[in-house]
Structure formats: C-alpha cells, structure tokens
C-alpha cells in the first residue's frame, strides 16, 4: 500500500530550494530531503559532516498560525542527520507551507544550522487532477475532466455570488479539493467524531478551501451548496484577516450560507418546526460559537442564512459591511450591531421574526406568557369554581 501512495503522488519526495549547503566551521548539513505519507508519518533528513563531538541535534518545524514544533535528530550510520516524525501525534497543518532545518550543538558549545528547506504538506493519500484559471486551482481524485470543469464553473458562479454579501477581494488562486466523501475530509483535518457533520472547510490564511462531495445524483447540487459557502469564508477573512475569529458565528455562517447557489432546502421546515415548539435560538447565544450537536447546529445554520437575508434586503450589503467592521473594532455581540445598524441586536431579532417569519407580537408575548396564564388558571379556577357553587 505504502509503495502505491509512494508512486502515485510526485510531491511525495520534496526537496530544498535549489540553494547550496551550508558550510559554518566544521559542521556542514546537505539539503534535506522530506519524505511523508499524509496523516501518517514524515521523514526529514540532510546529509551531515562534522569531525566535532555532537551534544544536541534538533530538528525545527515551522508552519503558519501554529507554533514552532522541535523535536529530537539522530545521526544515523549513513551520516545523516534525521528526525522521524508520528504525524498522528504531531499533526501538522493540511496544504500548509511547511519549513524546517536542523540544529545542531557541539560539546564545547559550538551552534550550527542547516539551511531552510520548505515543501506544501499536501494530502497525498490520493492522486489528484488538477484544473485552474486566473482564479482557482481546483483538485480532484477518482472522477472525470468534466467533474473538474464543473467545479471550476460553480467556483466562478460562486464568488459573484458570495462577493454580492461581502465587499472584498478574493486572493488569487484559491486552492479547491474536492475530497469524495466527507470521511476522508474529516481524516484530513483530523476531526473527531463530535464534528461528524463537517461537509467542507475553509483554511482562509491558507487561501484554501476542502469541501466534499459524493459522486451521485445530489453532486451538482452539492457543489453548489458547499463551494460558494466556503468562498465566502475566504472572502470574509479577505476583509477583515486576522480579526475574522471576533466576529459573532451567526454573521459568518449566515453570510455563507446565503451565499451558496443551492440554498438548502430543508432550512426553511427547520425554523417552521422550531416557531412551532418555541425553540427558535436566540442570537445572542450564536455569537462565539453554534450547537455542537448535529440537529441544534442546523437550526443554528438555518436561522442565520435567514437573519442575514433579512439583514442584507434591509441595510443592502454596505449594511452587512458595517457589521464586519464593527465587530472587527472590538465591539461586542450586542454592540456592534447598534454601531452599524443603529439598532440592537434584540432589535433586530425582533424585527427579523416579523418581517421573515411573520410572527407577530401579540403572538409571540402570548406564547412567552403561556406557561404563566397557565398557572394563573390553575390558581384562579378552583376558587372561582368554589364560589359559582356556593353562589347556587
Ligand atoms: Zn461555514
């Protein structure tokens, strides 16, 4: 199996850029030669020459938004310095920008470094096809050109779409995967059970988005649910970087999910049935993260695509811009919604029940009050009933 992954990915063996070895005193590293199987394990080793007694070699792993992991070399027979790498204990960022060297000390204290050697940690479980256009690059396995193609189109379609919501520029190329089944998506990020229902994925510093879509007769239907909505997150973080984990999850989530070319069908029944039981969210409970479980999650999902409809057909998309720079101030859930919108977040829940969801408000003060009113009866109807029979 091993021999297979080996042969079918040419990224397989990365190696330094083409600068030559380093030469400090009496120590010098070749180039070092990365060698992994995704998820698994990675190898790292440069050839070494030292006539100095070694105390410490170390190998130091750098990769965005993360912190710089070391970890023990060893000098092997060959003369090679050489880390091997549990992948499962120590992850490392998927479609990353990866960069490492070795460090070694001497006995009487000496330091020597290796160059720096940088190689894109790919998952190369699976041999991918590529497509791309000035935009997007799109990767895809096991299907056909025009499964490609049509990834490409639905990208094109989706960032008009997305940019309708969110004033911001796509950085260029987007990178796409198209994984086949949201299990190998899952592996890829190394998500645990607890976010079974994670269908796609965007690494916005990293300019890349993992979706995934079954082949089948729903697989149009599903890239054009899942690659505009992950575009936005690209184009959300395009506007406001590294402020993006501020801002409240119903804005991102709502902005994305409006921007999908498939709106999912289902949304609209799962607040009819949520208005129905009185188990509507509040959206001051969405502000820093959704429902972990599967059926709160996608009411979570539902009502905010539809407050953010609501929003955009009121305050049109410089509104929606407003919100993204407020929270990106530092404001708070609440607060920020007044800055922009001139109107609380309470407000504006409010609104959007009546307007979008024609709940009105004596309905909804007589349902709030129901659990009272029905107390009340119970109080108020035996001594009631009492006196009509002392009355007779
Ligand atoms: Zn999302």
Redesign the pocket.
Known sequence: MRKILLCCWIALFLFTTASPASAQGTVTFGEIQTNYNFGDQAVFQADLNTSESVQEIVLFLEQPGEDTLVRPAVITQNSQAETVLDLKEYPLRPFAQITCYFRLKTLDGQSFESNRATFHYTDNRFNWDLLEDEDFQVYWYGRGITFGQSVLNVARAGLESAQRYINAPMPQPLQIYVYDNAADLQSALSLGLQNAWVA?H?SPDLNTVLVSIPSGPQQQLELERQIP??IA?ILQYSLVGDKYAQMPVWL??GT?SLAELYPNPDYPRAIVDAVESGSLLAFDSLCITFPRDASGAFLAYAQSESFIRFLYRTYGTSGLSGLFEAYSDGLGCEEGAHAALNTGLDELEYRWQQSALGINSEWLVVRNLSPYLLLLAVLLVPPLAVGLTKRK
């Open positions: 796609g965007a909505h992950e997150h991102l989530e994305a």
